[in-house]
């Protein structure tokens, strides 16, 4: 502790938010290098090549409506508008930070993604006959996962951080997810489709390190600006929206074909359902006069779908879905009122956007439910080959039982944990370095450091103006309407 | 009359909208009976389960792409965004009850859809086997069918009642739709693909019903609120434009598979690119300067999704479904022009959103396009196996004849506007009891009573501050802007 | 020029944007001529008519699954947000045409999909056996297709005509876009997929050159309200955001079935992603303290997915994708900070969204990119029958080579551009007529002159509404926030 804060007092400087030439020349040599890297490694698989015709012959395939992009494109496409839309949205709730939120969040994940198609490739698609990573629809769902594990990261660093830090951190985010995503997944065999364990609690734990590391003493300097105003609340809700209604293709986008994919969407559903309620009704509880919170809604309505990622593609059975989502949507609302205060005022974490409460508790949780659904699987509920393709009971894992696949499932879930920690505060200390372009304490949350802004001052009639003038600008500056 | 007067009386009371005990109870209980119901009742169907592949096997089926999930799943993500962002947005044009219209929206289709699975499961999907009811993606667009009704229920009595009271009002809604449902489709055997009779008609007047009930005579002293403002307009068009888009996958998401799903999906198509055009003329037609109104664009455009919902997969003929949205675009706004004020001032029904115009009318004339086109249809227009397939002349009903199924749609009809009013009637009753929490007269239409506001004051500078306290409050507060 | 210039003199006239037996009379009159030439030519095809059934056995297609409903409808869908929502709200960036923005782009898009469906279905899908055009929705996708050629000229005029002129000018925009494609994909066998050439650079300069014949030589009387606000530009993103996520279904909508669809969707969604980040690198490094411009952000990054429309169902490579989305990044955002002030000044042309930027330029790279693509195929890299199959060697040009079909793509550019700016000019001579109803030049860009404005004055304190009275209607009325 005494060596991190010494370290800190040592990148401590005056800020200057002028990103001219870092910006670009990350953005130009970092895209040039994936061009280059794509030129030498990435080429379409046997499904997207024009040679699909003749496999296609080959392996007996009566129609070109068994080409994978018929199964999993249209849950592709939900990802997708999860990925840009929905963690986009979700954070422009901050009155006067809803180009960074969205704007950055665009830009990270368009980075993201391209570096994970390369990250992952070489662990998963890589084939051997050619050197060459084949990619298909399955890889661009994998990269926009990929992605959502650096999206979380952001949610807890927004409006605190430039976006050449984001850059980096989203740099390393992919590189350390694609690893810790090959161990669990390939080596401990635990099963994740959702990512309850690979993506939120990964990316949960690495944003929530990297935040702690660059700890704010006097962010309260910005307090005027870290709330919401009524339309950027609105606007928040188009992300939770999206989120919520699409978590269902996001945990099937990449489960087995047919029921896998059915059953997956089914839990999602319930679970999320039941989220809803449970956060009304403690956010309503432990308000005065039982008004709703908006922070609860836009983001512990989530939860359910985070905490049954992994399990959802078992059989959790309808009612267990339920429960799930009960319990999370308590957990996660307690949080916002409990543990974000707490964890700011005595650990030194800023959690901008909670995503402790929203992703990594949950996800922890639903480490958990997929260990003990996977230990409690039995042949007579699942069936002799529904056991096996469920669990994936094939090549080296043959032998294989449900007991122990729970304990590798928890196994899996203390990587994603120390992962996302250790690579938390490795990120973290790269990022405290004085060279990134972020802002003083006293101007965070506010999109004047890295935007044009609209010039809304020429519609204002002389009297204001000249208000505007005399008063102090820090109490001033808002573009939510002030007359209320 | 003199009657329901008097109930009204006994029923006025001082009001309370301190829901801080009343809805987390209503939310935890139902909730947890919920999971008991599921616990008990649903199991996955055996295309979600794990024995699919034995299934598969048994069947003869070659390919998991013929799994229900893919036939469906794309057109239940499309409905699922027209519940919550469509319904949900589309209710946001108010310049100060945008966050209870979203909010609420999403609560009461969380909890409606849950309890719908199992009204409508015990109904349509009970495995007498095992008394179980087997759930897969047609039960989830089915539930969200349902909740279709009570949202369009919640359309009339917008701004004007409590959680609580919507969460009743979900209640026996779904419960009084899965009977009518049920009696209409089964037991009458009348076709409703896109539910203009089942959910349009039905939700429609049961709102209205509702809405009778708890007329609120002093309404006008929240006329403050009861408007839109600019960029609340803004938001309520998101809700327009996803409903509008995605009401062919609406009335197509359980029509037969194959010609079914694709004929439906065109003639919605076409039935709603019409409206568009005569809602644009006759708004424009009947206003000073011939400048458009807001609230026919945002409503009326979507009248033809809705007339078009029961004969959408008949053959109705492209031109056919030009012209039903041809007429329902007039209709619509007209009676947006003439009705809505009419009904309020001499029938006492207080419509916010304009339900009577946009769902009630136009499912109405759905089903008698419906009955017609039933009647009209053809061994030579639809080949006779289409004739069997399309109006499902099968088991008990093979001896059905058009003409007759024509007379049995009309039947359905009634049956419809019947429920809806009939239970409107009795859950206005229950809703009158001075025990929910909703709002008084002059406090309607506001975020206030049930929301945590973003405190928007704290960026005004002092000279408005000063203002601010100073006037009336009830003249100055929203979140609008206010300096045009 | 000084025939136009003495036919411009001619035209100037009192402005008088009543509309109100114009609008009306148009959309009435040509939606009953639509239903009348549906009810004479366009009936249901072969997998959307109830003889499906019978069509099946005869062909001998498996499964219900193989109906091209299921293959194009998800596409379909996303092709329709990006119509509706996609180009309606990347509009609405203007401070005060919102409205006008999602409204307009919402009538002319409901008629000119109608329109399109007759125009296209004359060229491409008459049943000689009876003289009808026979519909699927293949047809759909294509008639949203026509429409955004039209959508995109609207960008260029945004603000300065009147309803009726964007009829007229949708009316001529989809006959000649169907006589364009015509040309070009039958006649001269350019394969033209995602429509760099036949909608983007059509569209664009068909806007363009409308928006030459409109020249405006006193819109800086408007220039209050010619800029954006906070909210407004939020706004903007949502459309962004659908545009830039569905634009691999836009480029893979209509490719071939299996490896087409697959590919198409590949290099799209990789084009977009280098985009972004070559963009952002540019509009940093060219403005002041290196701060990011949303304009750049609303658009350039879009410009990825208009260049690879043409050449995305080739083997363009995952790095050829890229390469197209970085080389377009960069012209796109240059030509904002350079060439629209440039044309604006020198050219007479007033392009209010920058559509050369977005769509123009690169629509052309794209026709550039598609000629040089399908010139250097090879049988080694595509296979024989994928060569066939992907350049649609059949037929009347089974003799065609790779190098001769480059020539017919660029032959194919070529007249997608003078169609473009010659019926533009066309066009815009009729569109100088004095009876439209168009704005002056001191009230372009302003709702208030087609819409009913929501009075947000009833909420202004009564000093501000003093000041309101007071001050010059010119410098206030803007419906954002104005105390900042």
Chains 1, 2, 3 share one sequence.
Request: one cysteine or more; charged letters at 15%; glycine letters at 10%.
């Amino acid at each position: 502790m005494g060596c991190v804060q010494s370290f800190r007092e040592i990148c401590d400087r005056q800020k200057n938010t002028n990103v001219r030439l870092s910006l670009p020349a990350v953005c130009f040599v970092w895209q040039t290098a994936m061009i280059i890297l794509f030129g030498v490694f990435i080429r379409y698989n046997e499904e997207s090549d024009t040679h699909w015709v003749e496999h296609r012959k080959a392996n007996n395939i009566s129609s070109d409506i068994e080409n994978d992009f018929y199964f999993r494109y249209p849950s592709f496409q939900d990802v997708h508008v999860m990925i840009f839309v929905g963690f986009g949205f979700l954070m422009t709730f901050l009155k006067r930070y809803s180009f960074g939120a969205v704007g950055f969040n665009f830009l990270i994940a368009a980075f993201g993604l391209q570096w994970a198609l390369l990250m992952q490739g070489w662990f998963h698609s890589l084939d051997y006959t050619d050197g060459k990573i084949k990619i298909g629809v399955e890889n661009l769902i994998n990269a926009d996962f990929c992605v959502a594990g650096c999206l979380i990261a952001y949610g807890a660093v927004l409006g605190k951080v430039s976006p050449v830090q984001l850059m980096v951190m989203t740099l390393f985010g992919v590189t350390l997810f694609a690893v810790e995503e090959y161990i669990i997944l390939n080596l401990i065999h635990a099963r994740d489709a959702g990512g309850s364990m690979v993506i939120h609690t990964f990316g949960g734990y690495y944003g929530l390190s990297i935040s702690w590391m660059l700890y704010r003493p006097n962010l309260d300097q910005s307090s005027r600006l870290q709330g919401s105003c009524y339309h950027s609340d609105v606007f928040a809700m188009i992300g939770t929206l999206f989120l919520w209604m699409f978590w269902p293709s996001f945990n099937s986008a990449i489960t087995d074909h047919g029921d896998g994919q059915h059953r997956a969407a089914i839990n999602t559903y319930l679970a999320l359902a039941s989220t809803v309620l449970t956060t009304v009704a403690i956010s309503s509880l432990f308000q005065k006069h039982g008004k709703l919170d908006m922070v609860h809604i836009q983001n512990s309505t989530l939860a359910g779908g985070v905490a049954v990622g992994t399990a959802a593609e078992f059989m959790l059975m309808p009612y267990g879905s339920l429960i799930v989502g009960f319990c999370c949507g308590i957990i996660s609302t307690l949080g916002y009122i409990y543990l974000t205060p707490f964890m700011e005022k005595h650990l030194k974490i800023q959690d901008t956007c909670g995503i402790h409460n929203l992703h990594a508790m949950p996800g922890v949780i639903g480490g958990i439910v997929g260990a003990i659904t996977a230990a409690a699987a039995t042949e007579s509920v699942y069936g002799r080959e529904g056991l096996v393709n469920t669990f994936d009971f094939e090549g080296a894992f043959k032998d294989m039982v449900p007991t122990r696949q729970g304990g590798h499932q928890a196994a899996g879930l203390c990587v994603a944990i120390c992962f996302g920690i250790g690579g938390g505060i490795l990120v973290g200390c790269i990022l405290r370095l004085p060279i990134w372009g972020d802002a003083a304490d006293d101007n965070c949350f506010d999109d004047e450091s890295y935007w044009e802004l609209p010039e809304d001052e020429e519609s204002v009639p002389p009297i204001l103006q000249y208000n505007n003038h005399m008063r102090n600008k820090d109490q001033s500056s808002t573009h939510c309407s002030s007359t209320k």
